[in-house]
T-cell receptor, first 111, second 114 residues
C-alpha cells in the first residue's frame, strides 16, 4: 500500500525566505507526482506535475524535484511572500488510478 | 474553460438522511474521481468513474455510491448519513492514462451532518 509522508507538518517563516517542503513515498513505481496548494476550506490548486521520467519541474518561484528511486520529492519556494501562506499537499499516482495524498504542510509566511 | 465545478458549495444534513453531490469535469476530461477530506487530513480516495463505470474504489462503505453521465459529469450519493461523514468532498477530473495525466480539482462541497 502506497503511503505518503510530508515533513514538516507546519512551517512559519518571515517574508523573503527560501524554503523547502519535503514529501516521501513508499512505492517507487509511480506514474507521476503532483504538488497542490490548498487555501483554508477551499479546493486544491495544481502547482506542478512531475512525470516519473523527469527529475524536476519549475513554475515561477516554485521548483519541484523528484528522486523516484529513493521515494522523495521536494518543493522549493523562492523568496516567499505572505500570499504563499496555505497548505501544500503532495500526491503520487500509480498508473491510471488514484492519487495518494500526504497530510500536507501548513505554511505561514509573515510580513 | 470553467474548470471543475461542484455543487452545492455547502450543505447541512441530519444524521440518517441521504445526500447527492454533483461535479462537472474540466472540458475534455473523461475521468472523474471523488475524494473525502477530513479536517487536517489529506484527501482520501472514494471512487473513480470512467466511461460511466466505476473503475476503482477506495476503502469506503457501500453507503457511498456514484454515477457518471454520458457528458462525463458525475454524482456522489451518500445514504444513511453519519456524523463522521462530515467533511469536504472533492471532485477531480483528468484525461488520458499516461505519465502526463494531471488531476484538476473543484472547489469542494462542505458537508456537515448534525
Amino acid at each position: 500500500k502506497q503511503e505518503v509522508t510530508q515533513i514538516p507538518a507546519a512551517l512559519s517563516v518571515p517574508e523573503g525566505e527560501n524554503l523547502v517542503l519535503n514529501c516521501s513515498f513508499t512505492d517507487s513505481a509511480i506514474y507521476n507526482l503532483q504538488w497542490f496548494r490548498q487555501d483554508p476550506g477551499k479546493g486544491l490548486t495544481s502547482l506542478l506535475l512531475i512525470q516519473s521520467s523527469q527529475r524536476e519541474q519549475t513554475s515561477g518561484r516554485l521548483n519541484a524535484s523528484l528522486d523516484k528511486s529513493s521515494g522523495r520529492s521536494t518543493l522549493y519556494i523562492a523568496a516567499s511572500q505572505p500570499g504563499d501562506s496555505a497548505t501544500y499537499l503532495c500526491a503520487v499516482r500509480l498508473g491510471y488510478s488514484t492519487l495518494t495524498f500526504g497530510k500536507g504542510t501548513m505554511l505561514l509566511v509573515s510580513p | 474553460d470553467a474548470g471543475v465545478t461542484q455543487s452545492p458549495t455547502h450543505l447541512i444534513k441530519t444524521r440518517g438522511q441521504q445526500v447527492t453531490l454533483r461535479c462537472s469535469p474540466k472540458s475534455g476530461h473523461d475521468t472523474v474521481s471523488w475524494y473525502q477530506q477530513a479536517l487536517g487530513q489529506g484527501p482520501q480516495f472514494i471512487f473513480q468513474y470512467y466511461e460511466e463505470e466505476e473503475r476503482q474504489r477506495g476503502n469506503f462503505p457501500d453507503r457511498f455510491s456514484g454515477h457518471q453521465f454520458p457528458n462525463y459529469s458525475s454524482e456522489l450519493n451518500v445514504n444513511a448519513l453519519l456524523l463522521g461523514d462530515s467533511a469536504l468532498y472533492l471532485c477531480a477530473s483528468s484525461g488520458g492514462t499516461g505519465q502526463n495525466t494531471e488531476a484538476f480539482f473543484g472547489q469542494g462541497t462542505r458537508l456537515t451532518v448534525v
